[in-house]
């Protein structure tokens, strides 16, 4: 092995799912791409990272609701653009093309060109270190999108793409929750 400069130690971790999470201050729609997601347990219970550089964020804690959108690996020049821009000056759904689909719990819009939508509600906010927590309260699934391979952004403007599925279901069916 060789040393990594530490300062590079968050590319190793980085690689889960980059999202867009909407939000709606009642009067307009605002979506912003994130690549520090978490899922915290077998629960809906999820986390990501945003705060106050984010145009995004005062309706996220104003509404304390969201959705999590995720984007599929060709829409990459989409979910990069997104997070290039601000909403503060900048109606993204109209400029790339995103299509605002109702959800049923929050009014925060789904996004009918993700894979999957998870509306949720914020449960906590740690503002220190920027790490909103939330509760999903309803899930959608686009089951007629192809591409279903998700972007891992690695923190350095390169993304790794989702490829093939290892099943080892059968040694880890004691750990899986019911359902799933």
Known sequence: MKPL???????????GPVVWVTTNDGQKNYVMTISWTMVMDFTPMFAITTGPWNHSWA???ATRECVVAIPTADMIDDVVGVGMCSGADTDKFERFGLTPMAG???????????????ECRVTDIIEPHGIVVLQGVAAWV?????????????GDGTFIVDGER??????????????V
């Open 5 to 15: 400069p530490l300062e590079k130690a968050f590319t190793l971790l980085e690689p």
């Open 59 to 61: 309706a996220l804690k």
């Open 104 to 118: 049923g719990q929050v009014r925060a819009p789904l996004i009918k060109q993700c894979m999957a939508n998870i």
């Open 166 to 179: 290892i099943s080892r279901r059968s040694m880890m069916r004691a750990k899986i929750p019911p359902g």
């Open 142 to 154: 686009a089951d007629r999108r192809k591409d279903r391979r998700t972007l891992h952004a690695v």
